[in-house]
């Protein structure tokens, strides 16, 4: 009776290869939602740093590190619209006829557009009606629905993008869009 559990020279394990770095497959949404995400790591270290090793906190990382969580998922919201990642239920598309499922990938894309669209829209509102100064800094907050705003456009200019070559190319795949 043999007590090896795996046969020779099997390990057991699947090691998937990696793929390759190519700047070609990354918007300039992702870059600037990597930066703001570092500068987000760099806030909440200096956070902890400074309340448990110094055991004094610093007053405004708590707040910047709430405001940029914010910015990381706005601009975020843009890389998951060029990507096809926002959460849908596409198990219905298979099993519909070719024009009914393009026909609902095409009222599913207009109802996107129009809610980046409001979105932004009342954003730019409240952001043009806020004059109020955040708490610890004296930064606006209206520069933080600024930011928000600028998320909704680009998500609202992807969503227009991924639905033009959707109805180019007749199709209900989601398009791959560097």
């Known amino acids: ?3 090896e559990k795996w046969p020779d020279g099997e390990s057991g394990f699947q090691i998937e290869e990696d793929d390759t770095f190519e700047w070609r497959d990354y ?5 600037a939602t990597l930066a703001v995400f570092w500068l987000l790591a760099l806030v909440v270290f200096l956070q902890f740093f400074s309340r448990y090793v110094l055991g004094d906190s610093i007053a405004w990382t708590e707040e910047m590190a709430r405001y940029l969580l914010v910015a990381v998922g ?3 919201g843009s890389m998951a ?5 926002h959460i849908s239920v596409e198990f219905f598309y298979r099993y519909m006829p070719g024009w009914m499922s393009r026909l609902l990938v095409t009222l599913v894309d207009l109802v996107s557009i129009a809610f980046f669209a409001i979105g932004a829209w009342v954003t730019w509102k409240l952001a043009d009606r806020t004059t109020a100064l955040m708490a610890s800094v004296d930064i606006p907050k209206s520069f933080l629905y600024y930011v928000v705003l600028v998320g909704f456009l680009l998500m609202l200019a992807r969503s227009i993008q991924i639905a033009f070559l959707r ?3 007749r199709t209900v795949e989601h398009p791959h869009v560097p």
């Not at 918007?27 to 870059?31: A, M, N, S």
């Not at 619209?81 to 990642?85: D, I, L």
Request: one cysteine or more; glycine letters at 16%; hydrophobic letters at 30%.
């Open 1 to 3: 009776m043999t007590t």
């Open 27 to 31: 918007g300039i949404e992702d870059c």
């Open 74 to 76: 706005f601009m975020g």
């Open 81 to 85: 619209v060029r990507t096809g990642t």
């Open 167 to 169: 109805w180019r190319d």
